[in-house]
């Protein structure tokens, strides 16, 4: 299984920014947790993290021609107003798409509770930490290997 995993912007910082909300973890850290779990399980995880929005539009539309079966996003403060990405998403029609984010976003500031992405997705995750993203993969495999 081939899996892109996108973030977006200030999630390099992880470890960096506010630590209370996104925990002492850096980002680093988060990309050997999710290359662990891909080599255990034989899969094939491609890390991809920009702050451009344009970069992450490319990098989505690639996905449309390299065989990728499955993406999970955090487009960080993109969620909330980018629909350019949502509409690349939107075009990945035959990929499975979670969204991804680490902290409660249901319970921040009012801006942070709407995602103009989701929509594009086929599942949201939010407030389970780093761990969000092993669990997207997970659900992945689960809507591929049915």
Request: no cysteine.
């Given at each position: 299984m081939k899996i892109l995993v996108v973030n977006g912007p200030n999630l390099n910082f992880l470890g960096i920014r506010e630590k209370a909300?996104?925990?002492n973890q850096?980002?680093?850290?988060l990309c050997n947790m999710i290359k662990e779990k891909a080599d255990s399980e034989k899969d094939?995880?491609?890390l991809f993290q920009s702050n451009h929005e344009g970069a992450i539009i490319d990098r989505l539309q690639?996905?449309?021609?390299d065989g990728t079966d499955g993406i999970v996003i955090n487009p960080g403060a993109y969620t909330h107003y980018s629909y350019a990405i949502h509409d690349a998403?939107?075009?990945?029609e035959n990929i499975t798409k979670?969204?991804?984010?680490?902290s409660d976003i249901s319970s921040r500031e009012e801006f942070r509770k709407v995602s103009v992405t989701a929509p594009a997705c086929d599942k949201q995750i939010y407030g389970h930490g780093l761990d969000g993203y092993l669990e997207a993969i997970d659900f992945i495999k689960e809507i591929k290997l049915k």
């Open positions: 909300i996104y925990g850096d980002y680093d850290y094939e995880v491609i690639e996905a449309y021609f998403l939107k075009s990945l979670v969204e991804v984010h680490i």
